[in-house]
């Protein structure tokens, strides 16, 4: 499903001026006596005088940017920066069918710990050019990852951090896990953690599933399809949900490709989940309906203990940045930073 541009609201009227009642006349203040001409005695009864306070800058504004493909599409990309004493940067790989624009309040909790955010909306998804829910090639989503990370290394110092949720979580860690290679791919960089948000390493696919996928590859691999994934599954809160399906950002389609890519590579990050070296925060949800939590309990049994922190919210659905108890899971997320 296209995105569909939506009509600007009608401002509301302005209310007429209110007139607000004068506060009552404070006392005079009593007459000050020069200091050149003052007894001991007047000095000490004199008010002292309050050194003016330095100006607080306001935080930055959120932005735009918009970034050029090698294979010419317009990806756009929204910053949030934290000021100028910031600890580092946290970059956000959204997940299937959404867009960067539904992690605001995210973007805002790691902004009040101290950390610049950015992230894109995936080629095919939100505001980014591209066939809704298709890539051209299996490395497409990585290297465009690869080149938003290039843009972002001038923002300033300090830590890099990359943070993925579900299919952006299987494409987080599919990106860090390159770097596990002896010989690396051109798109491979340097991050100093990785946070997974119920990440899309295991997405549930039955048997007939994957013979129809093997056909549709060979057959029709660009073919746009339903993801099947319902509404309701997303998420417990139901506001969340019903802003979900009126998202005219939002949809719903998937290619063969794409889903040949999730699968082939939620099980390569699973192969290398042995020698996973790179400092990383699992988060995933134990009632999840859109991908198996079976795929992130694979990955902790089989990670390092010293590089992997994880936390299973039990009684969670996916989208655990958007549950009742989302603060209690962004809590969780600047915790674990605030220790790099």
């Not at 020069?34 to 100006?55: D, Q």
């Not at 770097?179 to 899309?200: T, Y």
Request: one cysteine or more; proline letters at 11%; hydrophobic letters at 45%.
């Amino acid at each position: 499903m296209e995105s569909r541009a939506r009509q600007a609201p009608t401002p509301a009227p302005v209310p007429p001026a209110v007139a607000v009642p004068s506060a009552p006349a404070s006392p005079p203040a009593p007459a000050r006596v020069p200091a050149a001409t003052a007894s001991p005695a007047e000095r000490a009864a004199a008010p002292a005088t309050a050194a003016p306070l330095p100006a607080v800058a306001p935080p930055p504004a959120p932005f735009n940017e918009q970034m050029l493909t090698q294979d010419g599409l317009r990806l756009h990309l929204r910053r949030w920066p934290a000021g100028p004493e910031a600890r580092g940067l946290v970059q956000i790989v959204h997940g299937l069918g959404e867009h960067i624009g539904r992690y605001e309040h995210v973007a805002a909790a790691l902004n009040a710990a101290g950390w610049h955010v950015a992230g894109h909306d995936q080629r095919g998804h939100g505001r980014s050019e591209g066939s809704r829910g298709a890539i051209p090639h299996p490395l497409a989503l990585l290297g465009d990852v690869a080149m938003v990370s290039d843009h972002l290394r001038g923002a300033g110092g300090g830590r890099r951090v990359l943070l993925g949720h579900s299919m952006g979580g299987l494409v987080a860690a599919r990106f860090v896990a390159e770097n596990l290679h002896p010989q690396a791919a051109r798109f491979a960089r340097d991050f100093d953690a990785l946070v997974l948000s119920s990440p899309a390493l295991d997405i549930g696919l039955s048997k007939g599933q994957r013979l129809l996928l093997a056909a549709l590859g060979r057959l029709a691999p660009a073919l746009r399809v339903h993801n099947g994934l319902k509404p309701q599954w997303v998420c417990r809160d139901p506001a969340v949900v019903q802003a979900y399906t009126a998202d005219p950002l939002v949809h719903d389609r998937v290619t063969p490709r794409l889903v040949r890519f999730m699968v082939d590579n939620g099980a390569h990050v699973l192969s290398m989940a042995p020698r996973w070296r790179v400092p990383t925060l699992l988060l995933w949800a134990g009632e999840d309906l859109c991908v198996r939590p079976a795929g992130s309990e694979a990955f902790a049994a089989a990670a390092p203990p010293g590089v992997l922190h994880r936390r299973r919210y039990r009684k969670l659905y996916h989208e655990i940045f958007n549950e009742p108890e989302q603060g209690d899971v962004l809590a969780d997320l600047t915790q674990w930073l605030r220790r790099l």
